[in-house]
Nanobody, 118 residues
Framework: QERLTESGGGSVRAGESLRLSCAASGVIVKPYTMGWYRQTPGEQRELVATIDSVGGETYADSVKGRFTISGDSAEKTVYLQMNNLKPEDTAVYYC????????????WGQGTQVTVSA
């Protein structure tokens, strides 16, 4: 069974940084996208950043220039470097992997809390 495990969340003050990690336990079949989403209570889950199996990256406008997504295919791990954090970044962050070719699948991690205080 594929499992995604997030780590690296925590409580920081505005302007500080965190690095989130997401490790996959099983085989990730290409082509795929891996990404980070975030959600606050009562709100729809929001796309933060994605990286695909050929290195293409996308970012939400709200995090461009502050967040960087990267991956280590050998270790089946995706990272989210979050710099200059703001209170509005406070959310539960979820890792996602999605098969986007003929082999289709989607898995979610259980989430990691990020809290940014002013």
């Amino acid at each position: 069974q594929e499992r995604l495990t997030e780590s690296g969340g925590g409580s920081v003050r505005a302007g500080e940084s965190l690095r989130l990690s997401c490790a996959a336990s099983g085989v990730i079949v290409k082509p795929y996208t891996m990404g980070w989403y975030r959600q606050t209570p009562g709100e729809q889950r929001e796309l933060v950043a994605t990286i695909d199996s050929v290195g293409g990256e996308t970012y939400a406008d709200s995090v461009k220039g502050r967040f960087t997504i990267s991956g280590d295919s050998a270790e089946k791990t995706v990272y989210l470097q979050m710099n200059n954090l703001k209170p509005e970044d406070t959310a539960v962050y979820y890792c996602n992997v999605k098969g986007v070719g003929f082999i289709t699948y989607e898995c979610w991690g259980q989430g990691t809390q990020v809290t940014v205080s002013a």
